[in-house]
T-cell receptor, first 114, second 111 residues
Framework: SAVISQKPSRDICQRGTSLTIQCQVDSQVTMMFWYRQQPGQSLTLIATANQGSEATYESGFVIDKFPISRPNLTFSTLTVSNMSPEDSSIYLCSVELGGMAEQYFGPGTRLTVT | GENVEQHPSTLSVQEGDSAVIKCTYS??????FPWYKQELGKRPQLIIDIRSNVGEKKDQRIAVTLNKTAKHFSLHITETQPEDSAVYFCAASANDYKLSFGAGTTVTVRA
């Protein structure tokens, strides 16, 4: 497995503002993913972030709202832009290890938008 | 896209009994089926997985089965203990590694 960290662990933000979430891994990984978990719900894939290419977004998620950076093989950021209360969720990054499809999750960022 | 359905949504078992969670998937291209356990306030933890070339896999008290024909896979927990209480998610992915998750099952083990 790998050690995956996220910053911040939680935040309370005002509507209309933006928050950038960081995901750091202690080893180089090709594939990183960002998921959203709304309160009491399952996980939904937002986008796939591969180093050296543009992030690919799932249906219902757009780059203007959730811009993603992947500057190297150990780091990625997800920005939640122009936030509304509906964006209140836990945002999790995950990494795929070893080309065997196994994904491991970061601890998550709990976002509350007021 | 892939659609994963999971049942039941809640499951209460007596300590020592078995728990079974069932999932179905829609995309015949899916070939990897992990199960995650999520305790309250914690990240999802990969507990076991199965690939499409295998019908069954066991790891101590947990086992997974896969029926590719029926597009159905299940998690079995035997001799349940209080620490098994958590939300369990099944998921499926194809060669793109994108995980589609089921809705989750809240398992409560009664002492």
């Amino acid at each position: 497995s790998a050690v995956i960290s996220q910053k911040p662990s939680r935040d309370i933000c005002q509507r209309g503002t933006s928050l950038t979430i960081q995901c750091q891994v202690d080893s180089q990984v090709t594939m990183m993913f960002w998921y959203r978990q709304q309160p009491g719900q399952s996980l939904t894939l937002i986008a796939t972030a591969n180093q050296g290419s543009e992030a690919t977004y799932e249906s219902g998620f757009v780059i203007d709202k959730f811009p993603i950076s992947r500057p190297n093989l150990t780091f990625s950021t997800l920005t939640v832009s122009n936030m509304s209360p509906e964006d209140s969720s836990i945002y999790l990054c995950s990494v795929e290890l070893g080309g065997m499809a196994e994904q491991y999750f970061g601890p998550g960022t709990r976002l509350t938008v007021t | 896209g892939e659609n994963v359905e999971q049942h039941p949504s809640t499951l209460s078992v007596q300590e020592g009994d078995s728990a079974v969670i069932k999932c179905t998937y829609s995309d015949s291209a899916s070939n990897y089926f992990p199960w995650y356990k999520q305790e309250l306030g914690k990240r999802p933890q990969l507990i076991i997985d199965i690939r499409s070339n295998v019908g069954e896999k066991k790891d101590q008290r947990i086992a997974v089965t896969l029926n590719k024909t029926a597009k159905h896979f299940s998690l079995h927990i035997t001799e349940t203990q209080p620490e098994d209480s958590a939300v369990y998610f099944c998921a499926a992915s194809a060669n793109d590694y994108k995980l589609s998750f089921g809705a989750g099952t809240t398992v409560t083990v009664r002492a």
